[in-house]
């Protein structure tokens, strides 16, 4: 019996490690940085973004093809699941995801609240996220 309890403890799969980045979201850019850090991932890590707006407008961040894309392109991420919700001045939120495909890629805060017509991306608050094999 004990034998075979230990055969299914060594069998059951490993939790993926998770690659944690904690971010703060200000008006306009990410841990003091006007765009914020370059992140460098590779294919296939599970990635953790933790996000705290410590800004006087409401953020996300959300990861996306090409800064440029219309606001309909925009509002979908380039990866599942590579999006926070839209958090208030005060909050934290946070996400898990897996990027599934080598490139160039950026992420940003696509809102206009405060700044519309413009998008917080277009005042800078974007940066590039790339993703290695």
């Given at each position: ?16 490690q998770?690659r944690?980045?904690?971010?703060e979201?200000?008006?306009f850019?990410?841990?003091g940085?006007?765009?914020g850090?370059?992140i460098q ?6 990635v953790g973004i933790?996000?705290n ?18 606001m ?6 380039i990866f ?7 958090i ?8 898990t995801?897996?990027?599934t495909k ?8 696509f809102?206009?609240?405060?700044t519309?017509?413009?998008r917080h ?5 974007f940066a590039?996220?790339?993703v290695q094999?």
């Open positions: 019996m004990v034998v075979a309890a230990i055969g299914v403890f060594f069998a059951l799969p490993k939790a993926p998770v944690t980045i904690e971010l979201a200000r008006d850019g990410y841990n940085v006007k765009g850090p370059a991932i590779k294919v296939g890590e599970t933790v996000l707006n410590a800004g006087g407008l409401p953020h996300e961040f959300k990861v996306v093809q090409d800064v440029k894309m219309s309909a392109e925009s509002m979908e991420p599942n699941g590579a999006a926070t919700r839209v208030k001045p005060g909050e934290t939120d946070s996400i995801f897996v990027p080598a490139g160039k890629y950026f992420y940003g805060c809102m206009d609240e405060g519309k017509p413009d991306s277009d005042r800078g608050m590039e996220f790339i094999n």
